[in-house]
């Protein structure tokens, strides 16, 4: 019996210490404004003395009403996010926020999050999103989004958007579980890591030439976010 209990005390101690991990850690006080010129490195930032947090650590003129420009890349978007890095309030609150602009027929390319669940909502034109399930099933799960139409996107799976309309632009706003949920665009990570994957490697996984590897290598992969 003594066992059994053991064994269930440890189950659930294990699956706690999961659920912990599986998100930002949860603050312990109010809050824990970031601390940038701390040199001590841990999990996030160091709180700065509440004795010296003032209102604008919690504020950023982010000017999100303003439309971004969406040719500086061949992908036709612009991905504006506001993390801690830029709001110094959002450490340990695992939350963010970004402001995404689509080109006519632009997109938000393949990428994941692998720190965060996004939840994104149409504020002008129409979408065309989606994502993939997990090994072995990849399910592709699709929907096109009007204005007002909210769609959710879980933690570190493929996902995608596009704006499937050749004259009008759109926008949408995403909200994101993590206060750093971070960003691997699939094509930018493969075809353009540094140093370059083998092209033996890569013709292999997608079993195609390497010459077609190498061309694909060869291009500019701009990043979209700023």
């Known amino acids: 019996m003594a066992s059994s209990y053991f064994l269930l005390l440890t189950a659930v101690l294990a699956l706690a210490s999961w659920q912990a991990a599986a998100s930002d850690p949860s603050p312990l006080q109010d809050f824990c404004v970031a601390d940038s010129s701390s040199r001590v490195l841990v999990n996030g930032f160091v709180c700065k003395d509440p004795k010296d947090v003032k209102a604008e650590d919690f504020f950023l003129a982010a000017r999100l009403d303003v439309p971004r420009d969406t040719k500086t890349n061949k992908v036709g978007s612009n991905v504006t996010l506001l993390n801690v890095m830029r709001i110094p309030g959002l450490n340990t609150l695992g939350i963010s926020l970004a402001r995404i602009d689509y080109a006519p027929l632009g997109e938000n390319p393949p990428h994941t999050h692998p720190r965060a669940t996004e939840i994104l909502t149409v504020l002008e034109g129409t979408l065309y999103v989606g994502f993939v399930t997990s090994n072995p099933d990849n399910k592709f799960l699709s929907k096109e989004l009007n204005k007002g139409d909210v769609f959710v996107f879980p933690q570190g799976l493929i996902h995608f958007q596009f704006n499937p309309n050749p004259y009008k632009p759109a926008v949408a706003i995403a909200a994101l579980?993590?206060?750093?949920?971070?960003?691997?665009?699939?094509?930018?990570?493969?075809?353009?890591?540094?140093?370059?994957?083998?092209?033996?490697?890569?013709?292999?996984?997608?079993?195609?030439?390497?010459n077609t590897v190498d061309w694909l290598q060869a291009q500019f992969w701009a990043d979209n976010h700023n």
């Open 177 to 210: 579980s993590s206060q750093n949920p971070g960003a691997i665009t699939i094509a930018n990570a493969v075809f353009g890591s540094k140093p370059m994957i083998s092209d033996d490697v890569l013709a292999k996984a997608f079993q195609v030439e390497k």
